[in-house]
């Protein structure tokens, strides 16, 4: 007749191992034996919009991606402040403007100058080309955009 403790022997050693396995795993994704620990945090893109010619004409850009999702207009946010966007403009100085996107990067787009009257007064689609801002590309971090010059007349 066997014993119940050889029989138990095994089993103990295959939890021992699976929870040394597991132990091993957890460390790897915090960082120790050549994991990286990614923080949970949400990173913004941005780039530079230069409008280039008669700029004056320039009252405001409007930023759009290929899926038509729009940044919102100065009169949008001020008829309701709660309507967010996944793109957010503000002027810089009289010939530039910052874009900030907040749904990651996009590969194209079509930025637009209105004038006062809501008329075009100039647009490009044109592709993005992206870098880090960071050294850190395992976990991610903002990016910027090459700034897009936009001619306006």
């Keep these: 007749m066997s014993s119940p403790r050889r029989h138990a022997r095994p089993v103990v050693t295959s939890a021992a191992l699976a929870l040394l396995g597991l132990t091993l795993t957890l460390a790897g994704c915090a960082g120790w034996g050549g994991g990286a620990a990614c923080t949970a945090i949400g990173y913004t893109q941005s780039l530079t919009v230069v409008t280039v010619g008669q700029v004056a004409e320039a009252a405001s850009i409007e930023f759009c991606d290929a899926e038509g999702r729009c940044s919102l207009t100065a009169e949008q946010r001020a008829d309701d402040d709660t309507v967010g966007s996944v793109y957010d403009i503000v002027p810089v100085n009289g010939s530039t403007w ?14 637009t100058a209105h004038r006062e009257d809501g008329s075009t007064a100039g ?12 050294d ?3 976990c991610g971090g903002p990016t910027a955009a090459f700034p897009v010059f936009l001619p306006v007349g």
């Design 98 to 111: 910052q874009v900030t996107l907040f749904a990651g990067q996009v590969p194209e787009a079509t930025v």
């Design 123 to 134: 647009a490009i689609t044109t592709p993005l080309a992206w870098t880090w801002l960071s």
């Design 136 to 138: 850190d590309q395992v």
